[in-house]
């Protein structure tokens, strides 16, 4: 059975530890509410965190965070440069979010089909791969 707050203590004691999974699972936490008062601040602090250690995940967090303004200024310069990273990572989530930006010129981005098209032939040989993977233990 489920036990948030078990599962909070032991991510906050992982964390202090240096664990890059127990930050970001703390972050989306405080981000959602999830058995703890929403506080986008703490979401924020403990993305950071993770993203700075090099946790994929927590990079393109971080990215959304930024350029949604939700618990941060919105800055489209340091969006772009989180989900880079988390691309770069291997984060397919953000090599989709990157082809986005760069096919409709969203997050101030001008209009860039050859880039938008590289994240979008990295995301989906990634996810090629994957179901190639899941196919082949069935």
């Known amino acids: 059975r489920r036990d948030r707050q078990k599962a909070l203590y032991w991510y906050r004691r992982a964390a202090g530890h ?17 058995g ?7 979401a924020i ?3 950071l965190m993770a ?5 994929a995940k927590a ?14 200024a ?10 880079k990273k988390a ?3 291997g984060e397919i989530m953000a090599m989709d979010r990157l082809s986005k930006i760069y096919g409709t010129g969203l997050c101030d981005q001008a209009e860039n089909p050859e880039e938008s098209m590289k994240w979008l032939k990295k995301s989906g040989a990634i996810k090629r791969d994957i179901l190639k993977h899941s196919a082949q233990k069935k």
């Open 18 to 34: 240096g664990d890059t999974d127990a930050m970001t699972n703390l972050g989306h936490a405080y981000y959602l509410g999830t």
């Open 36 to 42: 703890v008062q929403k506080n986008l601040n703490h």
């Open 45 to 47: 602090q403990y993305y």
């Open 51 to 55: 993203a700075e250690k090099g946790h």
């Open 59 to 72: 990079r393109y967090l971080l990215g959304d965070a930024y350029e949604t303004g939700h618990g941060t």
């Open 74 to 83: 919105r800055d489209c310069e340091r969006a772009l440069f989180w989900y």
């Open 87 to 89: 691309a770069e990572n």
